[in-house]
């Protein structure tokens, strides 16, 4: 059962995370979307301060994924664990007592259309403080607001925004609890490539003042994110980046090391031809 | 997997289709009663839970099946009371039979037609509303959404309809009949030139403390399956946008026929 969560601890155990601590781990995973495998026999180790980055062609694969290491979706073999805690053994209760540490981006931003941004960005604050701290909660969501650049949208629903603004809302989202654990469910889905690039250094990007005491961003989480495509903003900043062909993994190691010639991603095509065309 | 039941049932005896249809019903029925204990569970852990943040919508719910629906329920009462008055005092005045109306208006208005078409109406307005608006959250994955956040829907979504529903649905059955009391009085003036003394006094010889508790009970009831009905259907919608008018059409018909069924159980419990 979750208990009312006190804002300032949070805000205070997500500027502290210590890095190179277990956040998520998987062993054996298999899935399946309609027959069709996704993945096979899939191992993943994920600490505080790593960034993964998982791409795979299938579209529905971007997005079971990161909706399994979050307990959403079943596995139909093997473990995941969240901090320590296997999930796939849990009921649904106790798996959303464990999620308010995890800050999660939809494919679609998954925002709640009849909020407006602020609530929408303040809402998992409000509901897992139960409402307890209103003038905390308050300056930590106008700071990520500000972090973000929503100033000027603050105010609106969702619906008004275009795709690239919605998805940087559902980004101040989820770093709102300041969680240990990011996981981004196909985050360039929809957005042309210089939005996606501009969300990519929004997330993983220096801090905008240059000092990290003002970055509201949690320090050092463990993120881990999919995509259909191979993006130029991944190689930036991703640690570790998994390739899976065929619901195998063909690749598992420092984007620096891959060769990119001879692969091409269906998703990079779509965006070489916008790149043309626009 | 409910489908390719029923396409399967072409190939069975009449007796196997009868068994199959019964089995398909009762596990539709125990999904629904699994529904409402797991939302009226949420009761119990509201100490953990906090209620603090779901006002807000239990007053928008109250404030939109209730005081937004107050003139609808009082034309519809009003005309009710009315028609039933003046048929029942046409006739009854001939033979000087006046008194009958006060156990007309008790059993007819009070204890049967106040709930159920008050609930009618709440159906029409507030249980077509949750479904539809429930199954787009479901279709736009808003519900999914929420459940990353580690936010229970029931909690969140569902619990402050329930409350809001049952209790603007309490209120307006009190509503309809304090009006259907009014104008079936009006009426009768106009028909026999009864006055408010007479009128008073035949209505309090029918009626007992009962009636005002079995109304009541009717009007929670009703509330709880306004809410809970049209919640489950829009949450269960998968898939695609015209899934959503379809699961609205299934909640209003669920809806009333349980109204009429629950009805007809209490009124047999209790008067019977």
Redesign the interface.
């Known amino acids: ?4 969560i006190n804002f300032q601890d949070v805000i205070s155990n997500g500027g502290s995370l210590i890095a190179g601590k277990l956040a998520l781990s998987c062993r054996g995973l298999t899935a399946f979307h309609d027959g069709v495998p996704l993945l096979r026999d899939f191992d993943l180790d994920l600490r505080t301060g790593e960034i993964v980055a998982i791409v795979i062609e299938s579209e529905w694969g971007a997005r079971y994924i990161p ?1 399994m290491m ?1 307990g ?1 979706e079943v596995p139909e073999a093997g473990t995941i664990e969240l901090f320590g805690t296997d999930i796939t053994g849990l009921n649904e ?1 106790l798996r ?5 540490q ?1 800050g ?1 981006l ?1 494919h ?1 931003s ?4 009849n909020l407006t941004v602020w609530y929408n960005v303040a ?2 604050a ?3 403080s ?3 701290d209103l003038q905390g909660v308050s300056a930590w969501v106008d700071r990520l607001i500000a972090r973000c650049g929503l100033e000027r949208c603050r105010d609106l629903r969702p619906a008004l925004l275009d795709e690239a603004t919605r998805k940087r809302v559902a980004l101040a ?1 989820a770093w709102v609890m300041a969680p240990p654990l990011l996981i981004f469910e196909d985050p360039l889905m929809d957005i042309d490539v210089g939005s996606g690039g501009e969300l990519l250094d929004l997330a993983f990007g220096p801090s905008a003042s240059g000092d990290d005491q003002d970055d509201p961003r949690p320090n050092s989480p463990a993120v881990l994110l999919t995509s259909q495509g191979l993006h130029e903003g991944l190689f930036r900043h991703v640690d570790r980046l998994i390739i899976v062909e065929n619901a195998d993994v063909i690749f598992a190691d420092d984007p620096r090391k891959f060769d990119r010639r001879g692969k091409v991603f269906p998703r990079d095509v779509i965006e070489s031809r916008g790149n043309e065309l626009g | 997997m409910a489908q390719a039941s029923i396409s399967g049932t072409r190939f069975l005896s009449f007796p196997g289709r009868v068994g199959e249809q019964t089995r398909l019903y009762l596990r539709r029925l125990s999904d629904r009663i699994r529904f409402a204990l797991q939302v009226t569970g949420v009761l119990f852990r509201l100490p953990a839970l906090g209620i603090g943040y779901t006002w807000r919508v239990i007053l928008n719910q109250v404030r939109f099946t209730g005081v937004q629906a107050l003139p609808f329920v009082a034309f519809v009462s009003a005309a009710s009371s009315a028609l039933i008055v003046i048929q029942v005092l046409s006739q009854a005045s001939r033979v000087g039979f006046e008194g009958i109306i006060g156990m007309v208006f008790v059993s007819a208005l009070i204890r049967e037609l106040g709930p159920i078409l008050t609930a009618v109406v709440v159906i029409g307005r507030s249980g077509t509303a949750i479904a539809a608006e429930l199954g787009t959250n479901q279709v736009m994955e808003e519900i999914t959404a929420l459940e990353t956040m580690g936010i229970d829907p029931l909690h969140y979504v569902v619990f402050p309809r329930l409350v809001g529903v049952t209790v603007a649905t309490l209120c307006l059955v009190i509503f309809f009949d304090a009006v259907a009391i009014l104008f079936g009085f009006l009426a009768a003036q106009l028909t026999v030139s009864m006055t408010l003394g007479t009128y008073l006094q035949y209505i309090a010889d029918q009626a007992a403390l009962i009636d005002f508790w079995v109304t009541g009970l009717k009007g929670l009831l009703f509330g709880m399956i306004i809410a809970l009905i049209p919640s489950y259907h829009g949450l269960i919608v998968t898939g695609a946008p015209t899934d959503v008018p379809k699961a609205t059409t299934r909640a209003v018909v669920e809806c009333l026929a349980l109204v009429f069924l629950v009805s007809a159980i209490i009124s047999v419990l209790f008067y019977y």
Do not use: K
Not at chain 1, 96 to 100: C, D, E, K, P, S
Not at chain 1, 110 to 113: F, K, T
């Open positions: 059962m979750s208990a009312r909706r979050n959403i209760r959303l007592a464990l999620r308010h995890v999660y939809f679609n998954g925002l709640i259309h809402l998992p409000l509901y897992h139960r409402f307890s989202r």
